[in-house]
C-alpha cells in the first residue's frame, strides 16, 4: 500500500489520460530563474498522455515559485486537477514521523541507539536487537507486513473500508522471522514506521497525529495536512483515484488508511510539503546533532537516511526527499540541500497503466 523510492511510483495503476495540461502561473520575482516552464508542462503532458489521470506539480527555483498540472481531476469530468488540491501522500508520511521522534531524541525523550524494547516492551520478539534507529533506516530486518496484505485491486476493494489497529499490523510482520539479522542490511519495510508511530505514541502519551500536528504542522502552518486515522474521504479540494477490479472501473478515492498507519495514511496539499520539506532541510525543525543525524546514510542503506532519502540526478545534483504511493495517489516531494530548488508532484491514478514517459525530463529541466 506504500511504495518507496524517489522514482515515481507505478505499481498502484498509473494510466493513459490523454487531455491536454493547464500551466497556472504564480507572481515570480526572478525573471533569470532557470526552470523553463514550458518545459516543465510538456513533461507534465506527456505523464498525463501516457500514465496517470491527472497530475500536479510545484516547483521552487530561486525565487521563482509555480504550479502546472496535466489531465483532469476525475474520469468523468473535464474538470483540470486543482493545483491547491489535497491527495493521499503515502511514505511521506514517514518523513513526518520521523522528524518527531527525532525532535523526542534532541529533548532527550529517547535515545536512538538504545533497544526498541526498552520503550516498548513486549511488542517485537527481537525488539532487544533492534534499535530506534534501525527503525528510522529500515535496517531492523523487521518482515514488511505490507507484502501479508490483499494488496492486488480486488483485494484493496474488498478491504477498503476496513479498519487495522497498529498492533495488527506489526503482528502481520511477527508472524514471520526476521529478514536479516538488525543492522546488517537494509530494506524498505513498511512495519518500521508502524513501530516509530506507537512509539511516537508512548513518548508522547498521545496518538502520533496528534503530536505531528503540534510539532510540525502548527508551526509551519500546514493548514491543508492531515492525519486522517479512519476517516474514509479527503476533505477539501482533490483529483479522484482509480483502479481496476473485477473487470471494472472504481474510484478508490474513499479509502480508510489505517491500514498504511504511521507508515503512509497522511494527506496534504503540494503547497504544504513544499514548505515542510523547506523547513526541515533547513534545519528549522531539528537540532544541529539530530539534523546530521536525519542525513546519515550507510553503505548498506542506498542512500536512506532517517526517514529521508538522498537520490543523484544525472547531472550530479544530489537531492533529498521521499514518495509516497497508495492507492490512487502517488506523490513525492524532492529538494536540493540548501532548498533553493524543489519540486512537490501529485498523481492520481487511471486503471489502465501505460509506459510512463515525461518524467525523468521533469526531473532533469527542474534539477539539471
Known sequence: MVKRGIALATAVGLAVAGIGGTAVAEPSVDQAARVDRQVVQRALDDIARTAVQGVQVRVVDGRQEFTARSGTARIDSPRPVPTDGRFRVGSITKTFVSTVVLQLVGEGKVDLDAPVQRYLPGLLPHGDRITVRNLLQHTSGLYNYTEA??????????????????????????????????????????????????????????????????????????????????????????????LRAGGQVVDITEINPSAAYSAGEMISTTADLDRFVDALLDGRLLRPAQQRELTSTLPITEGYGLGIEAQQMPCGVTVWGHSGGIPGYNSLVIGTADTKTRMTLSATSEPDPGELAGYQELLNEVFC
Open 149 to 242: 496484505l490483499p494488496l492486488d485491486p480486488d483485494g484493496v476493494v474488498a478491504t477498503r473500508y476496513k479498519t487495522w489497529a497498529p498492533t495488527e499490523l506489526v503482528a502481520l510482520s511477527t508472524a514471520k522471522p526476521l529478514d536479516f539479522e538488525p543492522g546488517t542490511a537494509w530494506q524498505y519495510s513498511n512495519t518500521n514506521y508502524v513501530v516509530a508511530g506507537m512509539l511516537v505514541e508512548k513518548l508522547t502519551g498521545r496518538p502520533y497525529g496528534a503530536a505531528v500536528a503540534q510539532r510540525v504542522l502548527r508551526p509551519l502552518g500546514l493548514r491543508s495536512t492531515s492525519v486522517p486515522g479512519t476517516r474514509i474521504d479527503i476533505p477539501g479540494p482533490h483529483a479522484h483515484g482509480y
